[in-house]
């Protein structure tokens, strides 16, 4: 409240000093005709943003569907200067009557009348403008919310949708593993258990599909691919070297490696001859390399589908440099983008 009234009496006082140099020049004086002046100026102002915030509210709903936006914005500050000189005409006639006792019209010279036009023309525009680049600003940053929010959320439907998209017979077969070593080596059991346990618990966390360290990833990933090896005993092998920096000082998109690794596990041949080899390395402090060995089952498509897309729109919503694949010395690779902790 006291910031707005500070607002339209500074502005009254600027327009009451300006319009007296114009007309009068130097000095300045500040006597009652001036204090009238700034007075008058202030509520003018106040009533004019009044009268432009009621003339402009459906200006926003008109503007997004407006074709062309010229003869809108046209059309509205035409209107408001009219309607601008209507209310200076009232108000000046009625302020006067209220601090004289009497209404006194009298004309102005031709200079100080096409001043006053020329000025508060000026005013009226300058004030429509500003008014106007408000309301854009506010439907701007309202539609980036909104789009922002709607992002948000099929970014985090994708993210179930990619973790109910695990196969069922994953868990059944982890299942079976357990119960068929439970007996003959305990210890496996206990360690698979384990490695499940800490997967599934990454899986049925509620995330937002925001960013998450490194070393959070890597070891929900070497929990799953633990248990690959454990199901396809000597037909997958992996390896993860990733430096202590990036793990610790590095992020990553949450759960963006699982369906790059069962891409390679769905997509590719491998035998105890040929095993599938997975491996997670860093080539610098900005990107997480993923390969596995290169042997497409025929007739099977080597995209990651949906898996890829839903990786691809996350990190577009998190304004990153998307992962690239490709295939190089029969291995194929995927480069995944990381977020680098600021001053690391």
Not at 124 to 136: C, D, K, M, P
Not at 145 to 155: I, R, T
Not at 275 to 299: F, H, M, R
Not at 311 to 326: D, F
């Amino acid at each position: 409240m006291i910031f707005y009234f500070l607002f339209y009496v500074t502005l009254g006082f600027i327009i009451s000093v300006l319009q007296q140099i114009v007309l009068k020049g130097f000095p300045l004086r500040f006597d009652t005709y001036f204090w009238e002046e700034w007075l008058g100026s202030s509520i003018y102002i106040f009533l004019f943003i009044q009268l432009q915030r009621k003339i402009l509210s459906s200006f926003t709903s008109a503007f997004k569907k407006a074709e062309k936006s010229v003869p809108l914005l046209t059309r509205y500050f035409l209107i408001l200067q009219v309607a601008g000189f209507v209310l200076l005409m009232v108000f000046s006639t009625l302020f006067t009557a209220i601090l004289h006792g009497k209404i006194n019209i009298r004309l102005k010279d031709i200079v100080e009348l096409r001043f006053i036009f020329v000025y508060f023309f000026f005013i009226h525009s300058v004030v429509f403008v500003t008014g106007v680049a408000l309301r854009l600003y506010r439907l701007y940053i309202k539609e980036k919310d909104a789009k922002h929010y709607a992002e948000k959320s099929f970014l985090s439907a994708q993210l179930n949708m990619l973790r109910q998209q695990l196969n069922p017979h994953f868990l059944f077969n982890n299942l079976n593993i357990i119960a068929s070593t439970i007996n003959s080596n305990p210890k496996l059991a206990y360690d698979f258990t384990r490695s499940m346990a800490s997967f599934y618990r990454k899986v049925l966390e509620a995330e937002n599909a925001g960013w998450v360290l490194v070393k959070d990833e890597l070891s929900t990933i070497e929990a799953y691919l633990y248990m690959l090896s454990v199901r396809f005993e000597e037909k997958i092998s992996f390896k993860i070297e990733v430096s202590e920096f990036v793990k610790n000082n590095c992020s990553i998109p949450d759960f963006v490696l699982q369906p790059i690794v069962e891409n390679a596990i769905k997509h590719n041949s491998f035998s105890k001859a040929n095993p599938l080899v997975i491996a997670i390395t860093n080539n610098d402090d900005e990107t997480l390399l993923v390969k596995n060995s290169y042997l497409p089952k025929q007739g099977v498509d080597d995209s990651l589908g949906i898996g890829w897309f839903n990786i691809e729109s996350r990190y577009k919503y998190l304004e990153a440099k998307a992962p690239v694949k490709y295939i190089e010395d029969n291995w194929f690779m995927v480069e995944v983008s990381l977020l680098k902790k600021i001053g690391s």
